[in-house]
């Protein structure tokens, strides 16, 4: 049952399941008979956190663990976060409504850059001072995971350790030291060090970071035996990582509420914008007995009707047809339809369109990025413009009626003759549909062009790159519009304010920790919101901290610069980067990891070559 202040506040709040628990799927134990709790928190609201797969998949892994116990927390929205206030609630996690402070490790997923004051806002609410050194070891342990620990330096002086690359084997061996720790009564000095010797385990307080004049970092330096370089932990073989079964439920719609089966994991295609592309390196898959058996279980477990076959790319599994022909033997019995979110346009086949329309028919979604084939070069979709026509012209003569297309302004070397490249794309599929004798009757086609502007991110070839300025993007959002003629075509596009705040936490570095705070206090949370983002009060805020935005957003990182991120390895060398850079450049395009190897270095986490080449396939 609900203690008083909380049933008051839950009658005060609009959807209050997003704050009671109790969906099926999820963990209760005993908390007496438990030796380590762990909070997942994830810094957004319940509907977005819930969609997100990473979680289920260590909430299984840590609960399958007798004597540990996962529970979840999300941020609360606005209404709730005041009733918590008021009603001096602190967070809580949704299984046992304990506080933050009752656990012994309180863990945050950092997906985005938006969220990290979101997660100044839940460690607030929880009664948890910011930062790291103000914690002893009567504190829970904050730590963090997930993509922007590639450079969290932002936020390096709130977490007392972050973890680079896949969790599955590496926070159960975190849980286990901090278990043996809390045995022997280790104080936190030494608990950290022992958790710096596990692979992928970054402790931020042990670098020591110093700066030049001009701003730039002069050196990282290690202390108390930490590594000079920590390098990320990686699944080596996926077909022996489990995979979960046993999703949550959630009783109020989720943004992806459905089951989500993982085929592959990384991506071979090196799209040199893509920051995901190269952190999961190397493209590792699981057979398709594994993901037809696990697509059964999680169907069975949740009663879900929809499977997700979830990737970076899903298409470029090598055995996705077998897939798709088991799955298809009980999904439509079971009523159960398949979606299949990251295809490409390029290897998106008849017979593909076949299988998955067999079960249901909905709009074609594609990411050319540009519109021209010169800047499709230089970031390296190696699609052309052939394979876009025929894969509509296909989608088309099959009845689809709907294209929607992901696109990028703001790329290194753009014009605005790539930007216009935007709308001729976009027409000329219009055009193709209604060259088509056997389209639909009566009905007509509806192309949608959703762009994105380009935030140069660590760890990619483009890392270096300055991002366009607010007021070159404006105008060429403005170009686009105009360059768009027809009624069929419809454009979304995203709010330069927020790219450019993105762009800055991307390349930041630890001077940024005093400014978050301010602008946190100041009311800057929830920033991807776009009703909670207040982009006046956080520029106010740098002025205030005399910080210059344009010396992380806009400058152009020299190739031999240290960066916040230098001593962070995600796999990828240096030198490759630097090379993929220059091919960019001269609108060079490298070949996917499936069909050549051009030496990146992640091959090293396996301890072999990524792929075994056939001779055809190599140029
Ligand atoms: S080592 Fe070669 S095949 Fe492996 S990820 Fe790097 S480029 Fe691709």
């Known amino acids: 049952m609900f203690d008083p202040a909380l049933r008051e506040a839950l009658a005060n709040v609009q959807k209050p399941g997003r704050y009671t628990g109790g969906e099926p799927g999820c963990v209760y134990k005993d908390k007496e008979k438990v030796d380590l709790r762990f909070a997942f928190c994830f810094p957004d609201t319940y509907e977005v956190g819930m969609s997100f797969l990473g979680e289920k998949i260590l909430y299984e892994i840590l609960n399958q663990k007798e004597n540990w116990w996962c529970e979840r927390v999300f941020m609360p929205w606005l209404d709730m976060k005041a009733e918590m206030e008021r009603l001096h609630i602190p967070l809580y996690a949704l299984e046992s409504k304990d506080p933050l402070t009752a656990f012994d490790i309180v863990g945050f997923t950092l997906q985005y850059e938006l969220s990290y004051t979101t997660i100044l806002a839940m460690l607030d609410l929880g009664g948890i001072p910011f930062y790291a050194k103000e914690r002893d070891e009567t504190w829970p342990l904050i730590v963090a995971g997930g993509p922007c620990v590639c450079n969290a330096e932002p936020l390096a002086d709130f977490f007392d350790m972050m973890m680079l690359g896949e969790g599955e084997e590496q926070l159960p061996q975190v849980c286990a030291v901090v278990e043996q720790a809390k045995k022997e009564g280790v104080d936190k000095q030494e608990l950290l060090r022992r958790l710096s010797r596990i692979p992928g385990c970054y402790v931020p307080s042990f670098y020591e970071v110093s700066y030049q004049p001009d701003g730039r970092i002069q050196a990282i330096t290690p202390r108390e035996g930490a590594p000079a370089v920590v390098h990320k932990a990686i699944i080596k073989d996926m077909n022996r990582q489990a995979l979960p079964t046993h999703f949550i439920v959630p009783m109020i719609g989720a943004i992806h509420d459905r089951a989500q089966v993982e085929v592959l994991r990384g991506c071979v295609r090196g799209c040199r914008f893509c920051q995901a592309g190269f952190l999961y390196r190397p493209m590792r898959e699981r057979g398709a007995e594994m993901l037809d058996k696990a697509a059964q279980d999680l169907c069975a477990n949740t009663g879900y009707e929809e499977v997700s076959l979830h990737s970076l790319s899903t298409s470029d599994h090598s055995q996705l047809e077998q897939v798709l022909d088991r799955m298809n033997e009980w999904m439509p019995k079971e009523h159960v339809s398949i979606s299949l979110p990251s295809l490409r346009i390029d290897n998106f086949s008849e017979s593909l369109i076949e299988k998955t329309t067999k079960i249901r028919k909905s709009g074609l979604t594609f990411a050319p990025e540009a519109g021209t084939q010169r800047l499709r070069d230089v970031i390296n979709k190696n699609i052309t413009w052939e394979e876009i026509e ?35 794309t976009a027409q000329k599929i219009v055009d193709l549909y209604y060259a088509n004798p056997d389209k639909p009757k009566g009905k007509s086609v509806q192309v949608t062009i959703s762009v994105a502007c380009f935030v140069p991110k660590p760890h990619t070839p483009f890392q270096f790159v300055p991002q366009d300025t607010e007021e070159s993007l404006k105008e060429k959002q403005q170009h686009l519009l105009h360059s768009v003629r027809s009624r069929k075509i419809r454009v979304n596009y995203h709010d330069s304010s927020t790219s450019f705040l993105e762009a800055v936490f991307a390349k930041g570095d630890r001077r940024l920790a005093p ?39 806009n400058r152009f990182i020299g190739l031999d610069e240290i960066t916040p991120w230098s001593h962070l390895d995600y796999g990828v060398s240096h030198e490759f980067l630097v090379r993929e850079y220059k091919k960019a450049l001269e609108a060079k395009t490298t070949q996917p990891c499936n069909r050549q190897c051009s030496g990146c270095g992640a091959n090293l986490l396996l301890g072999g070559p990524c792929f075994e080449y056939s001779k055809d396939l190599v140029q």
């Open 390 to 424: 025929k894969t509509c012209s296909m989608a088309f003569r099959d009845g689809y009626t709907s294209v929607k297309l992901y696109f990028m302004m703001g790329l290194p070397t753009e014009t605005m003759e790539d930007i216009e490249g935007i709308a001729e």
């Open 515 to 553: 400014v978050m705070v301010a602008a946190y206090r100041k009311g800057c949370y929830l920033d991807s919101w776009s009703d909670c983002f207040h982009y006046d009060r956080w520029m106010e805020t740098f002025r205030e901290f005399g910080i210059d935005t344009a010396f992380y957003a």
